[in-house]
Each structure stands twice: as structure tokens, then as C-alpha cells.
């Protein structure tokens, strides 16, 4: 049985000598909804940990019952979950699930499993707004299920927010429509929350707050029922424009523009207005959600600290992103001022979080300190943290697969709690990538290594989600490395598609060197252009010098082949035909870049006849492709068609969808954003990338026609216009689901070379 991503079984069953605990009910719940009535075989018992030890479970199966003993709901769920997952009977994704128990659950003997580490966290500030603006509670709820499936413990809960960031600054005496412009549209508010951008696409619909407001209340009491200690906002110092004009005494810095938004303002924390704020932003959140522990404030992500006297230095600077910007951000303030400055910062930030709440723990991303060593030198970085109590903060060090090596250089933020992991997914793009055999070794080498220092957590930080859910599955498992016998990908395919063959696990170890030992997708960020793949970057007439394609092709092509000469039973089973396409579409898009390539060097030497076999070929590949990725769990009808659904009324409806689609096109800003979101979805290929480069070489053959010099910057100036119009055009779109996905896929790999 497969149930498709979003819509799996909610219904209730009876459960014979159901656990009275709270705890134990919430976690046999979880069970209940992925298998149904077979959940009264599990008994599930709780024993609390011993002071010092890890989370742990001991799965018993004898006589067709099972016996889940843990430490917390979340190990329960976790055992049940290993022990049906090692018995091939059932395996979770994004996807889709396969659950395919026996008629008798087989025995197994006590066999203990403990994690490493203290949390295991999950999400990514940014994921509410790449992946998660328009998800119910039906998808929520699936989500919550899947992190307690895979272990997870401490998620970020960054939903609802808007109602208590409306009511400060209503309190404060700021206008409904002041607030209401300064709070952006919902894929965006992300960055809002981070001080990066304030009221792009605003006012924010009235009913979305409201609605977000209640969903994060039902989302808050299913994770503490799982007892998992979700991670919430708290105050940084970013304050809206308008609070600032009415504040022209208090020590408010104007930030830099971020990617090209206007400036935000932020607050200094010794500024008196500073403290107010924050305790009252925490009372109204704990009104409004009830009280946490572990509180989120990111104070300068992606931007630059005002160590100056006057702050004049956190404006005008570029980001010290080597890919992302090409100009470093090095302050010129002497480097005692700066850490005088810094250790007075984090001090300040560190109270105002446990001034209302005196047990409260301060969370920050790491991003920052990998992002930009130029300024975040390990002298500053020990500055920030100096004055903060090495176990009242937890450092998330997320991008240890794009930045590795922070928490050594930085002496493992000299003795501060902090948490291990990888971004992997960035933007919520999805290329198929990953480093299945990286997540394990590099674990397991962090928790060895004796400079850890105050190592607490592991955890996976995506931007966006539903794409290679098989990393996901990797990476957690080495966080709970339960010793069976075997290898870990006989265990993964006999769970997801219920069979592991000789000739299945040699295809899928090629696919695996092809495109699975690749830690970061460096084309995503070339030239300064973001975008998977060429096809997914605003086209330009540099595209003939790309070069950068990681993985292995070659290895890819013979697994995808390996895949498609299984047996026909085997090609029914509905995850391997989900992975077969998106394993097609990947190496196929691939292609389609070469003949864009192909295309704009022929009709630069102007070789019309090349040329126009080549744009003929895109065009076509393109289109085949587009109709495959209707067999996929995500299309841009889906995306568009939640967003629609967002609005009450016809012009909210019109709002969020056209806020939708900005965000998977053109982004925002005049910065570097455009495409950072692409996606590879049905409707994206045929309704976006492909106008955009028959738009293109249709002009740069125009001007090879002509005899004229192409001018690359007209050409970008109109596609960009119709990105805009894009994003504003209203358009419905539709799921075409491809009779044969099989089929199609063994034609379009037979007309690649």
C-alpha cells in the first residue's frame, strides 16, 4: 500500500489495552496513523532515562506482538518505526509510504539502541517559507509524524508568530496599516523574521495571521504531547520603519541592504527600548503559545553587526558569501572596539531572552560564521559569546556540507553547547544530490573527535523539503546507529520498495556514485546567477562557459539503465517509479543544459542551421520532461493551487498566488535571488524556463541573422519584464499525469546520447 504525500490515513482505531500514559498515548497514536489497526500488536512502555544517558529504545518481538521499551515518545515511535523498517514492512518519504506488514509480525530479540546525541533537531528558519507557507494541519501533522518516525526531538516552530509581532507593535502604538506594512507576504516572511527584508509584497492578509495563529497552537501541543521541546522565536532587535521614525532618540542602526531590499532597522540591545520590547514580546508569546525552553534569535544573519560608534559600518556592505557576493565585508574598526562591541551584544541578547524566563536556553544559527570569515574571525566569534553562559546557548553549526570546519576553527564556540549538521537543500530547489556515505563517516568522526567540546545535538537544517528524502533517511540514522546486520541500502530498498536484488543494488550503487557523493550543488550558484540547473538561470549569453557539473554522468546513465531493465514487477512498485523519474528528469535536464550551450555558441558564430537543431532539441527534451514530472508528489499546480486556497475571498486568493510565484521566479531585490528557488516541477519547465530561452534565442539568432553585435543586456532587460508579469498573470494550472511514467522515461533516456 502507498499513500500518497499529504493525504495518508488520520482515521481513528481501536486499540486494545491502550497505555494510559499521556506520553505513551501520543507516540502509539503516530503508529496508529501509519498502519492502522495492526498498531494494538505494539506495546509501547516508557522508563525515563538515567541522569546522563542518551535517549534510547529496546525493541522485543515474540509471537506476533512487540514490545517497544524507551526513554521518550519519540524513542518509542523511533524503535517501532527501525523494527518495521528493518523487517522490510514499512518505509516513510515525502513520496510516499510503503506499508506492506506480514501476516505475523516476525520475533526479534532485546536489542538496545542508543542515540549520541543529547537533541536531534530539524528544519531550517528558512523552510517556512520555501516549503511550508500554505500547509493545514493535515500536512503539518504528517510532518510532526515523520520527525518522531526519524527520532527528532527539538524541530523549529516558527509558525503564528505574526499574531504576537502585531500585537507589540500595535501596543506600541504603531497604525494597523503601519503594522500591516511592515510584515511581509508569507513565503517571504522568513527573512522578515531575520531582519533582512520588511513588507516586501505587504499588507499581510488579516485572516493568514489569524489562521497561522491556530495552527501553530495545534502544532506546539502535538510535538510537547510527543515530548519534543520545539525550538521558538524571540526578539532580535529588528524593529519596523515606522517605529523607528517615532523613536529618532533611541540607538536604532539602519541595516544594510540585504540583496537589494531596502534597508531594515535594528535596535541596539543596550538601548532601554531594547529590554521592554523583548520581555514583552516573550510574555505575549508565551500568552499566545504557552512557555518554551529553547528560544531562536538571529540577530545578524547574512548581515553586518554595527561595531562603529555611530553603526555607519552596517550599511552599504556586501555579505561576505564567496558565491553569493563577490566582495568581502571587512570592517575597518579596530579589532578591540569590534570585540568590545560584540561581547556587549551577545551579553545584552543572552538577558533580554531570560529576563521574563530564567531557565530559557538562547538559540542562534552558525550560518553566519562560515558565510563570512572576513568579519566573523574566531576572535570575533569568541567576543559574541564570551559573556553568555556555556550551557544557556545552543549554537546550530548547520553547514558543515558548505562550510565545514567552523566549530573546530572557532574552538567548538569555545565551550558553548552547540548542535551538528547540513543544510543540504538549499532554496527548496531539488536537484538529486547528496553524500550517503559523507553522513555517516563525518558523524561518526565529529563525535570521536576530542575538541568537540560541548557537542549536544545533531540535526539536518533544509531550506525546503520533498526532494532526496534518502539523504534524510541516512543522515538520521547515523544519528541512531542501530547495529544490524547487512548493508544500509539492502535495509532502505527492501523497506521502500519491498524488494533489494542483485540487480536493483547494482543500479542503484551506480546511481549512488553517479550523483549520491556529492555534497553541495555547486551550480546552483555560477557566475552569481542561482538556479539548478542552466535551464533554471535567467538566460545569458555567458551559459558557453559553464563547466561546473558535479557527480558522474556516466555511473548515473548506468544505474537509470539498470532501473529500467528490472522486471516489470518491479517497475509497479510506486516509490522506485517516483525515484526512476526524478533520477530521469535529473540526468535529462543535465542534457537539456548542454544543448542550451550547444545552442547559444552555434548562433554566436552564427551557424543558424546548429543552432536551430539544437534550440529544436531543448524545446523538445523540455517538454518531455515537463509531461513526466506529472507522475512526481509536487507540481507547480500543487504550489499554486495552496496558495489560491490560502485567500478567503477572490482578491486574498489573487494575493497569494501571485506572492507564490514570485518566489519560485524572480524572487525579489536587485540582488542575487532570481531562481533561487527553481524548482523541477511539472508546469515550471513548459509555463517558465523554456519561454525564458525561447525568448533568448530567439533574440541572440535575430541578431546572428542580422549580422549585429547580440546586446545580452536588452535581451535580459525583457525577459526580466516577463518574469514580473509572470508572477502577476493569475494563470491555473493543471497536474497531467503520464499514463506510462516508465515508458516515458525509457523513451527520453533513449533519445539521450
Same mark, same amino acid.
Given at each position: 500500500?502507498?499513500?500518497?504525500?499529504?493525504?495518508?490515513?488520520?482515521?481513528?482505531?481501536?486499540?486494545?489495552?491502550?497505555?494510559?500514559?499521556?506520553?505513551?498515548?501520543?507516540?502509539?497514536?503516530?503508529?496508529?496513523?501509519?498502519?492502522?489497526?495492526?498498531?494494538?500488536?505494539?506495546?509501547?512502555?516508557?522508563?525515563?532515562?538515567?541522569?546522563?544517558?542518551?535517549?534510547?529504545?529496546?525493541?522485543?518481538?515474540?509471537?506476533?506482538?512487540?514490545?517497544?521499551?524507551?526513554?521518550?515518545?519519540?524513542?518509542?515511535?523511533?524503535?517501532?518505526?527501525?523494527?518495521?523498517?528493518?523487517?522490510?514492512?514499512?518505509?516513510?518519504?515525502?513520496?510516499?509510504?510503503?506499508?506492506?506488514?506480514?501476516?505475523?509480525?516476525?520475533?526479534? &530479540?532485546?536489542?538496545?539502541?542508543?542515540?549520541?546525541?543529547?537533541?536531534?533537531?530539524?528544519?531550517n528558519t528558512c523552510t517556512f517559507g520555501y516549503t511550508t507557507p500554505y500547509w493545514d494541519w493535515p500536512r503539518w501533522q504528517r510532518e510532526i509524524d515523520w520527525m518522531a518516525l526519524h527520532g527528532i526531538d527539538m524541530p523549529?516552530?516558527?509558525?503564528?508568530?505574526?499574531?504576537?509581532?502585531?500585537?507589540?507593535?500595535?501596543?506600541?502604538?504603531?497604525?494597523?496599516?503601519?503594522?500591516?506594512?511592515?510584515?511581509?507576504?508569507?513565503?517571504?516572511?522568513?527573512?522578515?523574521?531575520?531582519?533582512?527584508?520588511?513588507?516586501?509584497?505587504?499588507?499581510?492578509?488579516?485572516?493568514?495571521?489569524?489562521?497561522?495563529?491556530? @495552527?501553530?497552537?495545534?502544532? @506546539?501541543?502535538?510535538?510537547?504531547?510527543?515530548?519534543?521541546?520545539?525550538?521558538?522565536?524571540?526578539?532580535?532587535?529588528?524593529?519596523?520603519? &515606522?517605529?523607528?521614525?517615532?523613536?529618532?532618540?533611541?540607538?536604532? *542602526?539602519?541595516?544594510?541592504?540585504?540583496?537589494?531590499?531596502?534597508?531594515?532597522?535594528?535596535?541596539?540591545?543596550?538601548? /532601554?527600548?531594547?529590554?521592554?520590547?523583548?520581555?514583552?514580546?516573550?510574555?505575549?508569546?508565551?500568552?499566545?503559545?504557552?512557555?518554551?525552553?529553547?528560544?531562536?534569535?538571529?540577530?545578524?544573519?547574512?548581515?553586518? /553587526?554595527?561595531?562603529?560608534?555611530?553603526?555607519?559600518?552596517?550599511?552599504?556592505?556586501? *555579505?561576505?558569501?564567496?558565491?553569493?557576493?563577490?566582495?568581502?565585508?571587512?570592517?575597518?574598526?579596530?579589532?578591540?572596539?569590534?570585540?568590545?562591541?560584540?561581547?556587549?551584544? %551577545?551579553?545584552?541578547?543572552?538577558?533580554?531572552?531570560?529576563?521574563?524566563?530564567?531557565?530559557?536556553?538562547?538559540?542562534?544559527?552558525?550560518?553566519?560564521?562560515?558565510?563570512?570569515?572576513?568579519?566573523?574571525? /574566531?576572535?570575533?566569534?569568541?567576543?559574541?559569546?564570551?559573556?553568555?553562559?556555556?550551557?544557556?546557548?545552543?549554537?546550530?553549526?548547520?553547514?558543515?556540507?558548505?562550510?565545514?570546519?567552523?566549530?573546530?576553527?572557532?574552538? &567548538?564556540?569555545?565551550?558553548?553547547?552547540?548542535?551538528?549538521?547540513?543544510?543540504?537543500?538549499? %532554496?527548496?530547489?531539488?536537484?538529486? *544530490?547528496?553524500?550517503?556515505?559523507? *553522513?555517516?563517516?563525518?558523524? +561518526?568522526?565529529?563525535?570521536?573527535? /576530542?575538541?568537540?567540546?560541548?557537542?549536544?545535538?545533531?540535526?539536518?537544517?533544509?531550506?525546503?523539503?520533498?526532494?532526496?528524502?534518502?539523504?534524510?533517511?541516512?543522515?538520521?540514522?547515523? &544519528?541512531?546507529?542501530?547495529?544490524?546486520?547487512?548493508?544500509?541500502?539492502?535495509?532502505?530498498?527492501?523497506?521502500?520498495?519491498?524488494?533489494?536484488?542483485?540487480?536493483?543494488?547494482?543500479?542503484?550503487?551506480?546511481?549512488?556514485?553517479?550523483?549520491?557523493?556529492?555534497?553541495?550543488?555547486?551550480?546552483?550558484?555560477?557566475?552569481?546567477?542561482?538556479?539548478?540547473? @542552466?535551464?533554471?538561470?535567467?538566460?545569458?549569453?555567458?551559459?558557453?562557459?559553464?563547466?561546473?557539473?558535479?557527480?558522474?554522468?556516466?555511473?548515473?546513465?548506468?544505474?537509470?539503465?539498470?532501473?529500467?531493465?528490472?522486471?516489470?514487477?518491479?517497475?509497479?512498485?510506486?516509490?522506485?517509479?517516483?525515484?526512476?523519474?526524478?533520477?530521469?528528469?535529473?540526468?535529462?535536464?543535465?542534457?537539456?543544459?548542454?544543448?542550451?550551450?550547444?545552442?547559444?555558441?552555434?548562433?554566436?558564430?552564427?551557424?543558424?542551421?546548429?543552432?536551430?537543431?539544437?534550440?529544436?532539441?531543448?524545446?523538445?527534451?523540455?517538454?518531455?520532461?515537463?509531461?513526466?514530472?506529472?507522475?512526481?508528489?509536487?507540481?507547480?499546480?500543487?504550489?499554486?493551487?495552496?496558495?489560491?486556497?490560502?485567500?478567503?475571498?477572490?482578491?486574498?486568493?489573487?494575493?497569494?498566488?501571485?506572492?507564490?510565484?514570485?518566489?519560485?521566479?524572480?524572487?525579489?531585490?536587485?540582488?542575487?535571488?532570481?531562481?533561487?528557488?527553481?524548482?523541477?516541477?511539472?508546469?515550471?519547465?513548459?509555463?517558465?524556463?523554456?519561454?525564458?530561452?525561447?525568448?533568448?534565442? +530567439?533574440?541572440?539568432?535575430?541578431?546572428?541573422?542580422?549580422?549585429?553585435?547580440?546586446?545580452?543586456?536588452?535581451?535580459?532587460?525583457?525577459?526580466?519584464?516577463?518574469?514580473?508579469?509572470?508572477?502577476?498573470?493569475?494563470?491555473?494550472?493543471?497536474?497531467?499525469?503520464?499514463?506510462?511514467?516508465?515508458?516515458?522515461?525509457?523513451?527520453?533516456?533513449?533519445?539521450?546520447?
Amino acid at each position: 500500500m502507498t499513500v500518497a504525500i499529504g493525504v495518508a490515513a488520520s482515521f481513528a482505531v481501536p486499540v486494545h489495552a491502550a497505555p494510559r500514559d499521556a506520553r505513551t498515548v501520543a507516540a502509539h497514536a503516530v503508529l496508529e496513523r501509519l498502519i492502522g489497526t495492526r498498531a494494538s500488536e505494539f506495546d509501547f512502555r516508557l522508563v525515563p532515562a538515567r541522569s546522563g544517558d542518551r535517549d534510547s529504545y529496546s525493541v522485543t518481538a515474540s509471537r506476533g506482538r512487540v514490545t517497544v521499551i524507551a526513554s521518550s515518545p519519540v524513542a518509542l515511535v523511533r524503535g517501532a518505526y527501525a523494527y518495521l523498517e528493518g523487517i522490510g514492512a514499512a518505509s516513510v518519504s515525502w513520496e510516499g509510504d510503503r506499508i506492506a506488514l506480514p501476516a505475523r509480525l516476525p520475533d526479534r &530479540a532485546a536489542r538496545r539502541v542508543a542515540t549520541a546525541f543529547a537533541h536531534r533537531l530539524y528544519l531550517n528558519t528558512c523552510t517556512f517559507g520555501y516549503t511550508t507557507p500554505y500547509w493545514d494541519w493535515p500536512r503539518w501533522q504528517r510532518e510532526i509524524d515523520w520527525m518522531a518516525l526519524h527520532g527528532i526531538d527539538m524541530p523549529l516552530a516558527m509558525e503564528g508568530q505574526e499574531a504576537v509581532w502585531q500585537a507589540l507593535w500595535q501596543e506600541q502604538g504603531l497604525s494597523a496599516a503601519e503594522v500591516g506594512d511592515h510584515l511581509s507576504a508569507p513565503p517571504f516572511l522568513p527573512w522578515q523574521r531575520m531582519g533582512n527584508i520588511a513588507g516586501y509584497r505587504a499588507p499581510l492578509p488579516q485572516r493568514w495571521i489569524g489562521a497561522k495563529r491556530d @495552527l501553530q497552537r495545534r502544532i @506546539l501541543a502535538r510535538m510537547r504531547a510527543l515530548g519534543m521541546q520545539p525550538v521558538l522565536p524571540a526578539f532580535a532587535g529588528y524593529v519596523p520603519k &515606522a517605529f523607528a521614525d517615532r523613536h529618532p532618540n533611541a540607538r536604532i *542602526y539602519r541595516m544594510r541592504a540585504w540583496e537589494g531590499f531596502p534597508p531594515t532597522y535594528w535596535l541596539d540591545p543596550a538601548d /532601554p527600548l531594547f529590554a521592554t520590547l523583548a520581555a514583552r514580546y516573550q510574555r505575549l508569546y508565551r500568552e499566545t503559545y504557552g512557555a518554551g525552553r529553547y528560544y531562536l534569535a538571529d540577530a545578524f544573519n547574512e548581515m553586518i /553587526p554595527p561595531v562603529a560608534d555611530d553603526g555607519g559600518d552596517a550599511q552599504g556592505q556586501s *555579505y561576505g558569501d564567496s558565491t553569493a557576493n563577490s566582495r568581502a565585508a571587512a570592517s575597518a574598526v579596530p579589532a578591540a572596539q569590534r570585540d568590545r562591541r560584540l561581547a556587549d551584544y %551577545g551579553r545584552r541578547l543572552y538577558r533580554s531572552i531570560v529576563a521574563t524566563q530564567p531557565d530559557a536556553v538562547w538559540v542562534m544559527q552558525g550560518w553566519l560564521f562560515g558565510a563570512d570569515k572576513n568579519f566573523w574571525t /574566531p576572535d570575533a566569534i569568541k567576543a559574541f559569546l564570551s559573556a553568555v553562559p556555556d550551557d544557556r546557548m545552543l549554537i546550530l553549526d548547520i553547514g558543515n556540507d558548505r562550510y565545514p570546519g567552523v566549530w573546530r576553527n572557532s574552538s &567548538a564556540f569555545d565551550g558553548k553547547s552547540w548542535v551538528y549538521g547540513y543544510v543540504h537543500n538549499y %532554496g527548496g530547489s531539488n536537484p538529486v *544530490y547528496g553524500d550517503l556515505d559523507f *553522513y555517516a563517516r563525518d558523524v +561518526a568522526a565529529v563525535q570521536a573527535d /576530542p575538541g568537540r567540546g560541548r557537542l549536544a545535538g545533531f540535526g539536518m537544517f533544509p531550506e525546503g523539503l520533498h526532494s532526496n528524502s534518502i539523504v534524510y533517511d541516512r543522515a538520521y540514522d547515523a &544519528a541512531w546507529p542501530d547495529r544490524q546486520d547487512g548493508d544500509w541500502l539492502v535495509r532502505h530498498f527492501r523497506a521502500r520498495y519491498g524488494e533489494a536484488s542483485p540487480a536493483l543494488l547494482t543500479a542503484w550503487r551506480a546511481i549512488e556514485q553517479g550523483v549520491y557523493r556529492t555534497r553541495y550543488w555547486s551550480p546552483r550558484w555560477w557566475n552569481e546567477r542561482a538556479g539548478a540547473y @542552466l535551464l533554471f538561470k535567467r538566460p545569458t549569453a555567458t551559459v558557453v562557459g559553464f563547466d561546473d557539473r558535479p557527480g558522474d554522468m556516466a555511473a548515473l546513465r548506468r544505474g537509470i539503465d539498470g532501473l529500467l531493465a528490472l522486471p516489470p514487477a518491479s517497475l509497479r512498485a510506486p516509490l522506485l517509479v517516483q525515484d526512476l523519474v526524478d533520477l530521469t528528469r535529473h540526468y535529462a535536464t543535465m542534457a537539456i543544459d548542454r544543448q542550451i550551450q550547444r545552442a547559444v555558441a552555434a548562433y554566436t558564430r552564427r551557424d543558424l542551421a546548429e543552432g536551430d537543431r539544437a534550440t529544436a532539441q531543448v524545446r523538445r527534451m523540455t517538454l518531455a520532461v515537463d509531461h513526466l514530472l506529472g507522475n512526481q508528489q509536487e507540481t507547480l499546480a500543487d504550489w499554486t493551487d495552496a496558495a489560491r486556497a490560502a485567500g478567503t475571498t477572490p482578491a486574498e486568493a489573487t494575493y497569494h498566488l501571485a506572492a507564490a510565484k514570485a518566489q519560485i521566479g524572480v524572487w525579489g531585490g536587485e540582488g542575487h535571488l532570481a531562481d533561487y528557488a527553481s524548482k523541477a516541477w511539472q508546469g515550471m519547465y513548459a509555463d517558465y524556463y523554456l519561454p525564458r530561452w525561447s525568448q533568448f534565442l +530567439a533574440d541572440i539568432r535575430a541578431a546572428a541573422v542580422a549580422g549585429r553585435p547580440f546586446d545580452d543586456t536588452a535581451s535580459r532587460a525583457r525577459i526580466a519584464a516577463w518574469e514580473a508579469a509572470w508572477a502577476q498573470n493569475g494563470a491555473r494550472y493543471r497536474r497531467a499525469r503520464p499514463a506510462d511514467p516508465v515508458g516515458e522515461a525509457r523513451a527520453i533516456m533513449t533519445a539521450l546520447p
